[in-house]
């Protein structure tokens, strides 16, 4: 009994003092150095290997590392309760821009910086309404236009599929996009649309994805548009399931957010890019710069914000000729000739 | 043959052996006897390589061995039956005693020379036992019969038995005497140990008492008698007989009327019993275990589920057939089960805890509200249980896990008797309870009797029921087979019926 | 001494984890006493570490007592994190019901209750929609035999699923992209800690509900052991055939047993939806149900024990994020290898616990 007693106290004693040596420490700060600008990024639950999304702004900022002198911090939540407290370890500990990737954060970012109006903040993908939040956000109609004219021209049936993840206005947006650069080519086109699900799971649900890919063909369609992130994976089996004759895939898909062409070479038309990589370059390029502004930032066409994907992989499968009108399109959206429908703006 | 030389032996703080010396001598049957916790199976672990004493030396044929397991022990012709046999029940009794000491190379079994060397055991020695039958065909006696080839194949000279008879029947304690008195004719060493002094008179030639990890006694069994055997395990006088006067029985407290307990698998365990139990007397249920008296107990005593029970059972004139073990605690019923650790006791929790047991939603257990517990009042009840009926060590707040058998015992019986029952069921009243307290059980019962509670009694113990019983029923296979005056009933008679002959 | 020894076993766990995690830190490269200095001092830092440590504590002391009490009846409540999801859904549904909430010129609610009546209402609604919901499982169990663990695993699957189905088609504000519902009226809200004690920030969404969740551990411990029903509730647990001898219902005790563990656990919608977000949000729950099975656990299935280890599990929440962000290379996945180690030493301790005992047990055996 009495060994136990004292074990017990010699334990105690050692948690005691593991617990009070830190308190006054921070040295693992010191080695930021505390001259330089201080960037934190919160990504999505997805984390900062998604090959999508998160990937992007994650390149968009390592980017800005190599180029500006910055100390970059970034958390991966996991969980959506981590996202908050993550914020405001960055805002607590002084940071100069902390970025929220995704529209989920909005609402817990403009908590958090209402709280800290002296830290920038910047939320791709939503929108807050405060000074020192910078709202990013992509006219990803005018993206999804072009490749719905790509797409219309190549169509051999007259049938397209689009296949969104979640059914948000976000999406939406895509879609109405797709249907009528679509419609612009080939006024008689048909545009089959289906969505994954109504719960976040429908970002994550490539099994389905396919099966609605396969629903899809079944109907005639020979290229699909897919905006549904992991989920519209499942429509890149489904397309090459279909196979190549004479060298060329029967059925396409039509990447999203990043380029998405090298996944399945061959089988991919192209991919509708969002350029949140040069999204947040730019942003820690203004901040270092002293020109950070919050409020609305809108990329389109004209800032490069979005566009269409061409690399190695599709310079083959896009006729030269369709190309030149896609860019004359281009160039009228951009000059405001051709007006895109904004299906977040009713 | 086997000598043991101040063997200490420590568990802890416990001192569970206190340099004990004992000294056994070749062919004879020595008795180790002694309560419960006294000591005497450590000791004997302790020879048999069990446990390793911290001091001491074990001699075999005079020369000093080191007896480190049971290995070592088997090798200097030592073997041991446990009181749980350790048999595979789905293999046959061959198979069983090579286990651990396979003949032949380890590749191929040679089970037939085994069976014979089995079969000319079995006859030397008068066993009985077919090398090809399965264990799980064969009675306890005979499976402690098979326990007792195993060691015999091994080439033990020297046989130590843990309670060998707790299990028996009287007739099968008898047979297994004959064939103990066989091996000693064969210049076999015997030792058993045990607590019942009938058969250490019976059968042993020299005995050694222990009490609290001594030795306290040593002497020819023909020099001695039970009444200074008890002295001496116990340590003052023991009244061996129960005094009971007449009972003076009252009306019906308890009738059934061709009451049938099915048991799970669809058979009856309790097959149309009709009886009575008045106030003021004691009904004894004798039996070989097994044969209902379990569901019987527990039925009445509202553990059974409605369905499996048919007949009618009442209760000073009401039904209670399908009452609820609560509705019966509280018209009166008070049951001390069989099985103190299954049923009786929460082990885990303190004494005060399981002094309320069955009592928890009543007054003055509960107070604020009919809700809150009164720790106070737990305390008073758990005190005076503790006080009255002896429960050592006196202290509430230690978990009933830490008590002797006996005083477990106690505590369960203070608590129902605490019930002020006016029928009490009480099955095995005194299994594995220390002499002294036996004898301190069967006076609260018989002063219980006396108060004018109807008691039915269950017990496995037939001196046990005979004692205490004014009137004795004796069951076989779920049916009552005939009801003898215990007073003038002899063993034997009691027995034959028992194992479903008739008188 | 008793007491002490209790807190033995799960203090070595504890500290064998913290060294396994070093390891860990130092095989990927950064500093263990560094990283476990700003893990701890971020979850110790006054007020944002200690406030978000007890933050992150609160839902954890409501599951925690819930498998604890499910435990004491000897029943294992893996539905815990169903439980709190429908209650918390219950809980947006009455705010929004009886709070006057009106979103975009939708009308969602019946009554504008004020916040003295609406608050009991909605928190009682949560308590007694985990209660519900926990009680299904136990009712099977005591009714057809049918296994708890199985049955509580079902109904997770089934109350995350309906609850989204609800917040999808009922109660979203159209047109917003987050699975959630609609915001609850004011009057729901519960004050955070900080609004009525000075020196804490009202940024700190430390609110009412971790004070419940104090009470909680008082009550239950109460409730366990100061009245008869927590006293039948343990007697089952403990043997249940000799609850059923002492005349207890034991098929009551099961079902009542679920039902106050789902109550708790209920009671972590008080936390999330009236007390931090004000709404019901999809995926809220950082798998609070199942680290309650840890925690309780650890902290020995008694009310200060889970409120103990419910605390260390806040500490390490709160400090796996600066560990995240401020480390070369170790992530928040420290926290779960800690929390793992943690578990795995605590049940091994059955193991060793058998072989500290084994002389005292043979003490006991027959001599």
């Known amino acids: 009994m009495r060994f136990r007693s004292l074990a017990t106290l010699a334990l105690l004693c050692l948690l005691v003092s593991v617990l009070l040596t830190p308190a006054c420490t921070t040295q693992s700060r010191e080695r930021d150095d505390k001259s330089k600008l201080h960037v934190g990024i919160v990504f999505d639950i997805g984390g900062k290997d998604d090959r999508s999304f998160n990937a992007a702004a994650w390149q968009g900022v390592k980017r800005a590392e190599k180029d500006f002198p910055i100390v970059l911090r970034d958390v991966e939540p996991g969980n959506p309760t981590s996202i908050e407290p993550a914020m405001r370890a960055f805002a607590e500990r002084g940071y100069n821009l902390v970025i929220g990737v995704g529209f989920a954060q909005s609402p817990i970012m403009e908590r958090v910086a209402k709280d800290y109006p002296n830290v920038n903040f910047a939320i791709i993908d939503g929108v807050i309404d405060l000074p020192n939040v910078a709202s990013l956000v992509f006219m990803e109609h005018q993206g999804s236009y072009l490749v719905g004219m790509i797409a219309a021209r190549t169509s051999k049936t007259g049938v397209l599929g689009f296949i969104g993840g979640m059914d948000i206005p976000l999406i939406h947006r895509f879609a109405v996009g797709y249907t009528e650069g679509a419609k612009a080519v080939n006024p008689n086109i048909q545009v089959i649309q289906n969505y994954v699900g109504v719960t976040d799971a429908a970002w994550n649900n490539p099994g389905k994805g396919k099966e609605l890919a396969l629903a899809q063909i079944s109907k005639g369609a020979d290229i699909i548009f897919t905006a549904a992130g992991n989920s519209g994976l499942g429509a890149f089996d489904a397309v090459e399931q279909y196979g190549k004759q004479n060298g060329r895939a029967q059925r396409f898909v039509i990447g999203v957010d990043s380029n998405q062409n090298g996944v399945k070479p061959g089988f991919v038309l192209t991919s509708m890019v969002k350029r949140v990589d040069n999204v947040v370059y730019q942003l820690v390029q203004e901040l270092v710069a002293g020109r950070f502004t919050g409020g609305f930032h809108v990329y389109g066409l004209k800032e490069d914000g979005v566009g269409?994907?061409?690399?190695?992989?599709?310079?083959?499968?896009i006729s030269p000729d369709t190309l030149k009108q896609v860019e004359e399109a281009k160039q009228k959206i951009i000059n405001g000739e051709i007006q895109v429908t904004d299906a977040m703006k009713k | 043959m086997l000598e043991l030389r101040d063997i200490t032996k420590r568990f802890g703080e416990v001192l569970a052996n206190d340099r004990i010396n004992i000294k056994i001598t070749e062919g004879t049957i020595h008795a180790i006897v002694g309560e419960n916790g006294a000591g005497k199976s450590t000791i004997m672990r302790?020879?048999?390589?069990?446990?390793?004493?911290?001091?001491?030396?074990i001699l075999v044929d005079g020369q000093v061995r080191r007896i480190d397991t049971p290995h070592d022990a088997i090798a200097q012709g030592i073997g041991m039956v446990h009181q749980h046999f350790m048999l595979v029940e789905n293999m046959t009794v061959a198979e069983n005693i090579v286990l651990g000491s396979e003949p032949g190379s380890a590749a191929a079994l040679d089970l037939k020379s085994a069976s014979q060397k089995i079969r000319a055991l079995s006859e030397e020695f008068k066993l009985a036992i077919n090398p090809s039958a399965v264990i799980e065909t064969l009675s306890v006696g005979q499976q402690q019969r098979v326990e007792l080839l195993k060691a015999l194949?091994?080439?033990?000279?020297?046989?130590?038995?843990?309670?060998?008879?707790?299990?028996?029947?009287?007739?099968?304690v008898e047979e297994f005497f004959t064939i103990l008195r066989g091996m000693r004719e064969q210049g076999k060493t015997v030792v058993i140990i045990t607590h019942k002094l009938d058969e250490v008179l019976a059968i042993s030639d020299e005995v050694t008492v222990m009490r609290d990890g001594r030795v306290v006694g040593r002497v020819k069994t023909k020099d001695t008698n039970a009444a200074e055997l008890a002295r001496m395990m116990v340590g003052r006088d023991v009244l061996l007989r129960v005094e009971k006067p007449d009972a003076d029985a009252g009306a019906t407290v308890l009738s059934l009327q061709d009451l049938r307990v099915m048991g799970m698998d669809g058979t009856p365990r309790v097959d149309g019993l009709t009886f009575d139990v008045r106030a003021g007397e004691v009904v004894g249920i004798a039996g070989v275990e097994g044969n209902g008296q379990t569901e019987l107990i527990e039925s009445l005593a509202g553990l059974t589920e409605p369905e499996l029970v048919s007949g009618r059972v009442e209760f000073e004139g009401r039904d209670i057939t399908t009452a609820t073990a609560k509705e019966r605690k509280q018209m009166g019923v008070a049951h001390i089960p069989e099985d103190r650790h299954r049923r009786g006791l929460l082990l885990d929790f303190d004494l005060a805890e399981n002094s309320i047991l069955g009592v928890q939603d009543r007054e003055p257990i509960v107070s604020f509200a009919g809700v809150m517990l009164d720790n106070g009042a737990i305390e008073r009840r758990a005190r005076q249980i503790i006080k009255d009926f002896d429960v050592r060590p006196a202290n509430p707040a230690l978990p009933a896990r830490s008590l002797s058998g006996g005083n477990q015992q106690k505590l369960i019986i203070g608590r129902e008797f605490?019930?002020?029952?006016?029928?009490?069921?009480?099955a095995q009243p005194t299994r594995g309870v220390d002499i002294g307290a036996i004898e301190?059980?069967?006076?609260?019962?018989?002063?219980?009797?006396?108060?004018?509670?109807?008691?039915?009694?269950?017990?496995?113990?037939?001196?046990?029921?005979?004692?205490?019983?004014?009137?004795?029923?004796v069951i076989h296979e779920g049916k009552i087979v005939g009801e003898v005056d215990p007073k003038v009933a002899t063993t034997e008679e009691i027995g034959l019926m028992m194992t479903g002959g008739h008188r | 001494m008793k007491h002490l020894s209790e807190l033995l076993f799960p203090l070595i766990a504890v500290i064998a984890a913290f060294i396994v995690g070093g390891i860990f830190v130092l095989i990927i490269g950064d500093d263990p006493i560094l990283t476990y200095q700003l893990l701890?001092?971020?979850?110790?830092?006054?007020?944002d570490g200690i406030g978000y440590t007890l933050f992150y504590a609160t839902p954890l002391i409501f599951t925690g007592l819930a498998v604890a009490v499910a435990f004491r009846c000897g029943l294992l409540n893996i539905g815990t994190e169903g439980q709190l999801y429908v209650a918390a859904f219950a809980a947006a549904w009455i705010s929004i019901k009886l709070g006057g909430t009106v979103?975009?010129?939708?009308?969602?609610?019946?009554?504008?209750?004020?916040?003295?009546?609406?608050?009991?209402?909605?928190?009682?609604?949560?308590?007694?929609m985990g209660a519900f919901w926990a009680a299904i499982p136990g009712y099977l169990k005591a009714r057809f035999g049918s296994h708890e663990v199985i049955n509580t695993i079902m109904m997770n699957f089934i109350g995350i699923a309906l609850v989204s189905y609800f917040t999808q088609?009922?109660?979203?504000?159209?047109?917003?992209?987050?699975?959630?519902?609609?915001?609850?009226?004011?009057?729901?809200h519960i004050p955070r800690l900080g609004s009525f004690i000075p020196g804490i920030p009202t940024r700190l969404p430390l609110n009412v509900a971790f004070l419940l969740a104090i009470l909680a551990c008082v009550l239950v411990y109460i409730f366990l052991w100061k009245t008869k029903w927590g006293y039948e509730i343990r007697a089952t647990g403990a043997n249940p055939s000799a609850a059923e001898y002492g005349g207890i219902a034991v098929r009551k005790q099961i079902v009542l047993a679920m039902a106050v563990s789902g109550g708790l656990a209920g009671m972590v919608g008080i936390n999330e939806v009236l007390g931090y977000r004000y709404r019901y949000y999809e995926g809220f729950s950082a798998s609070y149900g199942f680290t309650g099975i840890a925690v309780a656990l650890l902290g020995r299935n008694h009310p200060v024990g889970v409120f103990l280890a419910a605390l260390l599990f806040g500490m390490l929440n709160r400090g796996g994020i600066f560990v995240d962000a401020f480390t070369d290379h170790v992530s928040k996945d420290l926290v779960e290898v800690l929390q793992a180690v943690v578990i795995l030493f605590v049940a091994c301790e059955a193991f060793f616990r058998g072989s500290f005992n084994r002389f005292s047990l043979l003490r006991r055996s027959k001599v």
């Open chain 2, 153 to 172: 194949y091994r080439d033990a000279r020297l046989l130590i038995l843990d309670e060998p008879t707790a299990v028996l029947t009287p007739q099968e």
């Open chain 1, 308 to 317: 269409y994907a061409m690399d190695q992989f599709n310079q083959e499968l």
């Open chain 3, 103 to 128: 979103v975009g010129g939708v009308n969602y609610s019946w009554a504008s209750l004020p916040a003295l009546a609406l608050v009991p209402i909605a928190c009682l609604v949560a308590i007694l």
């Open chain 2, 440 to 473: 301190f059980i069967h006076r609260k019962l018989i002063a219980l009797r006396d108060a004018g509670c109807a008691i039915l009694l269950v017990s496995a113990e037939l001196e046990e029921v005979t004692a205490l019983a004014d009137r004795l029923l």
């Open chain 2, 46 to 57: 302790i020879a048999y390589g069990f446990y390793t004493a911290d001091s001491g030396e």
């Open chain 3, 169 to 188: 088609y009922y109660y979203k504000t159209p047109g917003d992209p987050i699975m959630e519902t609609a915001e609850i009226g004011v009057a729901a």
């Open chain 2, 418 to 426: 605490d019930l002020h029952p006016k029928l009490l069921l009480v």
């Open chain 3, 40 to 47: 701890i001092g971020s979850a110790l830092s006054w007020p």
